[in-house]
């Protein structure tokens, strides 16, 4: 099985910041099989990366995904209001199981 | 529009079985492109994979969970089921069923819809 480990586990930034988020996988992600979502308290995961770079339909371009073999980069060129919230890292690359890292919360500094 | 929604007891006994639905609208259980999933959260902690279902009955589970797990589709009523037996505290949890992406290279792959959410809490 392989875990993921996300650092920090919170981000205390301010709107207008650029914000990088870690996941660091415990064997090589096959092929950069992974993916972000981001939630927010109450609601369930939105999907925002997919094969490590992909921008799901409908995501703003400010959310990039990079990385490759065991170090994976979400990054948030300039935060906005809406964008405080927790990022959750998840691979599929070697299944199963799909494996979720713990999560990042960014939090408004 | 996609939509899935979960359906099921908010509360469960101990050692009973945890049962709920999803009722996809907007879109056909039946596709020939996306597995549909299933994926809990324990209050205040991170997303763990139960288990994944095509139209056709193929299923992955995760092997923590498998010797409880049963997953089902019903074509008929746009739906598939958990079934989780032997509940304990431990399986308190917000449940939400979710699309996979198209299948590819990989038949399991990231989850692309969710449903809102269903809280089930396992106590006497």
């Known amino acids: 099985e392989i875990v993921l480990t996300q650092s920090p586990g919170t981000l205390s930034l301010s709107p207008g910041e650029r914000a990088t988020l870690s996941c660091r996988a415990s064997q090589s992600v096959t092929s950069s099989q992974l993916a972000w979502y981001q939630q927010k308290p109450g609601q369930a995961p939105r999907l925002l990366i997919y094969?490590?770079?992909s921008r799901a339909t409908g995501v703003p371009d400010r959310f990039s995904g990079s990385g490759s073999g065991t170090d994976f980069t979400l990054t948030i060129s300039r935060l906005e209001a809406e964008d405080f919230a927790v990022y959750y890292c998840?691979?599929?690359?070697?299944?199963?199981?799909?494996?979720f890292g713990g999560g990042t919360k960014v939090e408004i500094k | 529009q996609l939509q899935l929604q979960e359906s099921g007891p908010g509360l469960v006994k101990p050692s009973e079985t945890l049962s709920l639905t999803c009722i996809v609208s907007?879109?056909?259980?039946?596709?020939?492109?996306?597995?549909w999933g299933w994926i809990r959260q324990a209050p205040g902690k991170g997303l763990e994979w139960i288990g994944s279902i095509f139209s056709s009955g193929n299923t992955y589970y995760n092997p923590s969970l498998k010797s409880r797990i049963t997953l089902s589709v019903d074509t008929s009523k746009n739906q598939f089921s958990l079934k989780l037996s032997s509940g304990t505290a431990a399986d308190t949890a917000v449940y939400y069923c979710?699309?996979?992406?198209?299948?590819?290279?990989?038949?399991?792959?990231?989850?692309?819809?969710w449903g809102q959410g269903t809280l089930v809490t396992v106590s006497s």
């Open positions: 998840q691979q599929y690359g070697r299944s199963p199981p799909l494996t």
């Open positions: 094969g490590a770079s």
């Open positions: 907007g879109g056909s259980v039946r596709s020939n492109t996306n597995f």
């Open positions: 979710a699309r996979h992406g198209p299948v590819g290279t990989l038949l399991i792959n990231w989850f692309d819809s």
